[in-house]
């Protein structure tokens, strides 16, 4: 059996639709469980105070705002080579998603920052990549609603987001490239005298696992959505013609 199988949309609802319970209800659980651990039951820290806790909401939300549109960037890719409609619909499925959370982690960013910096924002590198990214989020699903051509409007917003793939990289590496700014390295890190105590960094995990479950839950229920869009302007299509 082959993946590309999946690309028949009658194949894909009925997977998705019975996948769709076994990753809602974890994200749930997962999130309820994390968010409650960590904003509840985890100490405040002697540098930061409460202001820390934001970790569990902020660094979930950026690594799936930049994760989603990796996903984005390999569904895209997907769509240009094998012409695929569902990698397309996938693709335009995600990006409301990876836009909200972009937008949750510059909003949780700049609380923490605030108290933190003594400002709400800094053209900080990594700052500005995420706020280039959402702009390119916004620029997508844009382009989308705006070709009226689905095929045509699915080859522009693959090119798009080829491009916007940068962006998704910096927002990611941004801190390795450049030693100047004001954000802080990576939350989690292996190397010496970075590691974050397991008093967060559990909580944080169980947040983490939730969010990315989140995702897929919500990517796949638009995508049975668009899908199910795409179904009914095909046959209002037919009725007219008839």
């Not at 836009?99 to 933190?116: D, E, F, K, R, S």
């Not at 919500?218 to 995508?223: E, F, I, Q, Y």
């Amino acid at each position: 059996m082959s993946i590309w199988e999946y690309a028949n949309p009658v194949k894909f609802m009925r997977l998705s639709g019975a996948l769709l319970p076994w990753v809602a209800i974890p994200a749930a659980a997962a999130l309820a469980v994390g968010l409650v651990w960590g904003f509840f039951l985890t100490p405040d820290d002697f540098r930061q105070g409460s202001t820390v806790k934001i970790i569990f909401v902020h660094v979930p939300a950026a690594l799936m705002a930049v994760n989603a549109w990796f996903m984005m960037l390999v569904t895209s890719l997907i769509w240009l080579i094998r012409r695929h409609h569902v990698s397309a619909l996938a693709a335009r499925a995600a990006a409301p998603v990876g836009a909200v959370m972009t937008l949750i982690a510059l909003i949780t960013g700049a609380v923490w920052g605030q108290p933190m910096w003594g400002t709400w924002w800094a053209w900080d590198p990594r700052l500005t990549s995420f706020l280039i990214l959402f702009l390119f989020y916004l620029g997508y699903i844009a382009l989308w609603e705006a070709v009226p051509d689905p095929e045509t409007a699915a080859d522009l917003t693959s090119v798009l987001c080829l491009v916007g793939s940068v962006f998704a990289v910096l927002s990611r590496y941004a801190v390795n490239f450049w030693n100047q700014g004001l954000h802080q390295g990576a939350s989690l890190s292996v190397a010496p005298g970075e590691r974050m105590d397991m008093t967060y960094k559990l909580p944080l995990y169980l947040c983490m696992v939730g969010f990315a479950l989140l995702f897929v839950a919500l990517v796949l229920l638009r995508t049975r959505t668009e899908i199910r869009a795409r179904r009914i302007k095909a046959l209002l299509a037919r009725e007219r013609m008839a």
